[in-house]
């Protein structure tokens, strides 16, 4: 196989556009929604002797002072600790144990919203939802910018619930990589044409956030923990209705996938995942497969739609000095000792021997020459991936040792043929040659 660098500028410009239209999903999704005025009641106290109440579809500022007055200094978590800091965090917060709303995200319809917007599922994927606490953040109160700490393994994200109270300032603010987004909810919520109504947002728990200084007013907020359930880890389907942003997605990667010079001798092409999923080690990532979220999901959708068979699997680079392996699990090699002549036996039946290359089939160093059955090709169209683990190795020799980093990198991985034996379906949604 010889160099071309003409067409290898060619298979990159296609790779960044899968790469570009996989970004171009914000990591949140947000609005306001419609509410009957009876679900903008809530019921507070912190002993049972004096319970107030207050409705926000149109509380007095005295009113909003005496709920203020009544939480605690906002805390957030600092390596599985609870701490106070006002240069961090200037809020006040009430646990679950002393409020009671008669507002339901679920009846709202913002779990059927966060179903369908943020983790992009079918219908057959269910989400739990658990009320967390209230936040009272009256003027000059902020919260710095932050990632929420999942408590759960299951836990994917947070939903905050803004009512619908006077202030101004108090925008919220959300980066990944180089992106950010600002939402001014003051001012969604009063031109909202819905009366009444509250805001909300939802978020993956890696994405970082932040709550900018309320300049007047309060700010009134319920947060939610957001998981999956076993339930909702059903396998991915094609939906009727794909989103806008799936047919411009399936155009590039069918071009992708037919293209004779991408991987000529068949091999894997390799997705990096958008989100973080917990990771550890002797994990099966394959598992992960039924429960992808946004991107992620909408990207194996695309896959499963123009029927190529894909997975999701971890990349080894570089194991002991030389060797690329692709497997399903996790690999633990700090378990029992191993003999550094014998990397593969170590790496388990659930790894095998692949040959890191570009798209086009050139191997990044030729390490296999003389194999009897040379390994398959691996190459990443898009580099990133969010889900990473790396764990030391120590490996023994009657000469020698070697002490190294296995580093975990968990691809969506497509399974691709040679290309005369390649069988691509055109999706319904693309547009692809119009
Ligand atoms: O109250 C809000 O708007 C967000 C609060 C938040 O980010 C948190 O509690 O972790
Ligand atoms: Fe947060």
């Known amino acids: 196989m010889v160099y071309d660098r003409k067409n290898y500028q060619v298979l990159s410009k296609l790779c960044n556009s899968v790469d570009s239209s996989l970004s171009s999903r914000p990591p949140y999704c947000a609005g306001t929604c419609p509410i009957p005025p009876e679900k903008l009641v809530l019921f507070y106290g912190n002993d049972s002797s004096?319970?107030?109440?207050?409705?926000?579809?149109?509380?007095?500022?005295?009113?909003?002072?005496?709920?203020?007055?009544?939480?605690?200094?906002?805390s957030f978590g600092v390596n599985h600790e609870r701490v106070h800091h006002e240069s961090y965090r200037k809020a006040g917060e009430m646990n679950i144990a002393s409020f009671a709303t008669r507002f339901s995200a679920r009846n709202a319809g913002l779990i059927l919203t966060v179903r369908q917007e943020l983790l992009d599922c079918n219908e057959n994927r269910d989400i739990k939802v658990e009320l967390y606490k209230l936040n009272v953040y009256g003027k000059d109160s902020f919260f710095k910018a932050h990632k929420d700490t999942p408590r759960h393994e299951t836990m994917f994200g947070s939903l905050v619930v803004i009512f619908p109270t006077h202030h101004e300032g108090g925008e919220f603010v959300l980066r990944e990589g180089y992106r950010e987004w600002s939402l001014d909810f003051a001012k969604m919520l009063s031109d909202s044409p819905h009366r009444p109504c509250v805001g909300y947002v939802a978020f993956f728990s890696d994405v970082e956030h932040e709550v900018r200084q309320v300049t007047s007013g309060h700010r009134v907020t319920l947060?939610?923990?957001?998981?999956?359930?076993?339930?909702?880890?059903?396998?991915?389907?094609?939906?009727?209705?794909?989103?806008?942003?799936?047919?411009?997605?399936?155009?590039?990667?069918?071009?992708?996938?037919?293209?004779?010079?991408?991987?000529?001798?068949?091999?894997?092409?390799?997705?990096?995942?958008?989100?973080?999923?917990?990771?550890?080690?002797?994990?099966?990532?394959?598992?992960?497969?039924t429960c992808l979220t946004g991107t992620d999901a909408a990207l194996g959708r695309v896959l499963t739609t123009l029927g190529v068979d894909w997975?999701?699997?971890?990349?080894?680079?570089?194991?002991?000095?030389?060797?690329?392996?692709?497997?399903?699990?996790?690999?633990?090699?700090?378990?029992?000792?191993?003999?550094?002549?014998?990397?593969?036996?170590?790496?388990?039946?659930?790894?095998?021997?692949?040959?890191?290359?570009?798209?086009?089939?050139?191997?990044?160093?030729?390490?296999?020459?003389?194999?009897?059955?040379?390994?398959?090709?691996?190459?990443?169209?898009?580099?990133?991936?969010?889900?990473?683990?790396?764990?030391?190795?120590?490996?023994?020799?009657?000469?020698?040792?070697?002490?190294?980093?296995?580093?975990?990198?968990?691809?969506?991985v497509v399974d691709l043929q040679e290309p005369v034996k390649r069988v691509v379906r055109k999706a319904d949604s693309m547009e692809v040659g119009a």
């Not at 005295?62 to 200094?73: H, I, T």
């Not at 580099?383 to 020799?397: E, F």
């Open 50 to 74: 004096k319970v107030s109440r207050i409705d926000f579809s149109s509380p007095t500022p005295e009113e909003l002072d005496s709920l203020s007055n009544a939480c605690q200094p906002a």
């Open 311 to 412: 997975n999701v699997m971890v990349f080894y680079r570089n194991v002991g000095s030389y060797n690329d392996y692709m497997s399903e699990e996790v690999v633990n090699l700090s378990k029992e000792p191993h003999d550094i002549y014998d990397f593969d036996e170590a790496m388990g039946e659930a790894a095998v021997l692949v040959e890191f290359a570009s798209v086009d089939g050139i191997p990044r160093v030729r390490r296999h020459p003389n194999a009897e059955t040379p390994p398959r090709h691996f190459a990443k169209v898009t580099v990133d991936t969010m889900t990473c683990w790396s764990s030391p190795y120590v490996m023994s020799g009657h000469y020698k040792a070697e002490v190294g980093e296995l580093n975990a990198e968990v691809y969506i």
């Open 223 to 289: 947060t939610y923990n957001l998981y999956l359930t076993p339930e909702s880890q059903a396998p991915i389907k094609t939906i009727s209705a794909p989103a806008p942003y799936e047919g411009s997605l399936a155009a590039p990667l069918y071009t992708l996938l037919t293209d004779p010079t991408v991987l000529p001798k068949g091999g894997y092409l390799a997705f990096g995942l958008r989100r973080h999923y917990p990771l550890g080690e002797g994990i099966n990532v394959t598992n992960y497969k």
